[in-house]
């Protein structure tokens, strides 16, 4: 005689479950990002996907921020260095332009990242890429570290602004706006209001990099003690 469909397994026949490890949880949290998006990424939701109850998962991360940051670190091991030779701005504006191809990706991750940065191996490696380059162009290390931060924050923010990306009839509304701004009141924005819109976005992102970096190179830091914080 069969057992019915409906008959419960015994613990025994089951397959073992694999051992949880963090390598694993994070893994399976980048798989329910790409498949049902960054919401999705929860404990509650991991634990139904690795077949255990949430409480197991704090062992091995804190928190749901925690896990957001994780996921965002492992998917920057998707972001190579530059290739080497050529000029080192250049090939520090690829390394950017390649960060932020990635979180446009996952935009609801990049506003994550805003307030909730990643501090695993890739985070690491990124950063010690931008400082290379940056010294490779003789940029004092103190405005390359504080240069590091501004340039990771602008292609952060640029992708998190595509959460909720603005319509067509948007664009359309504030360019009638603009275009109907009285010269008498607003001179300046009468004279540059086609300026203001015009470019591709990765005509934008390319300038505002450039001018980023440019800034960096010129503008020094406050003085301060070494290891001063405050």
């Known amino acids: 005689m069969t057992d019915r469909p409906d008959t419960p397994r015994s613990r025994r026949e089951r397959p073992a479950k694999p051992a949880l ?32 109850g949430p409480a197991s998962l704090y062992v091995y991360v804190r928190n749901t921020a925690e896990l957001h940051a994780a996921v965002l670190d492992e998917l920057l091991g998707t972001v190579r260095p530059a290739p080497a030779g050529g000029d080192w701005r250049e090939r520090l504006e690829r390394v950017l332009t390649a ?30 890429t931008l400082l290379t380059l940056l010294d490779e162009g003789g940029v004092p290390p103190a405005q ?5 931060d501004l340039l990771l924050q602008h292609a952060t923010a640029t992708a998190a602004e595509h959460v909720e990306e603005a319509s067509e009839e948007d664009w359309d509304a504030l360019r009638r706006t603009l275009a109907g701004v009285a010269d008498r009141t607003h001179p300046r924005i009468a004279a540059l209001g086609g300026t203001l819109l015009a470019g591709a976005p990765e005509e934008r992102l390319s ?5 980023l970096i440019a800034g960096i190179e010129r503008t020094a830091v ?9």
């Open 21 to 52: 490890t963090r390598e694993g949880i994070i893994a399976a949290a980048v798989a329910i990002l790409r498949a049902e998006g960054l919401g999705k990424v929860t404990m509650r939701r991991l634990a139904q996907e690795l077949d255990t």
């Open 99 to 128: 960060y932020t191809a990635m979180l446009f990706e996952h935009p609801t991750l990049a506003r994550s990242a805003l307030t909730a940065r990643p501090s695993g191996p890739h985070y690491l490696n990124l950063i010690e």
């Open 144 to 148: 390359a570290a504080w240069g590091v």
């Open 207 to 211: 300038w505002a990099f450039r001018a």
């Open 222 to 230: 406050p003085d301060r003690p070494q290891g001063d914080t405050t």
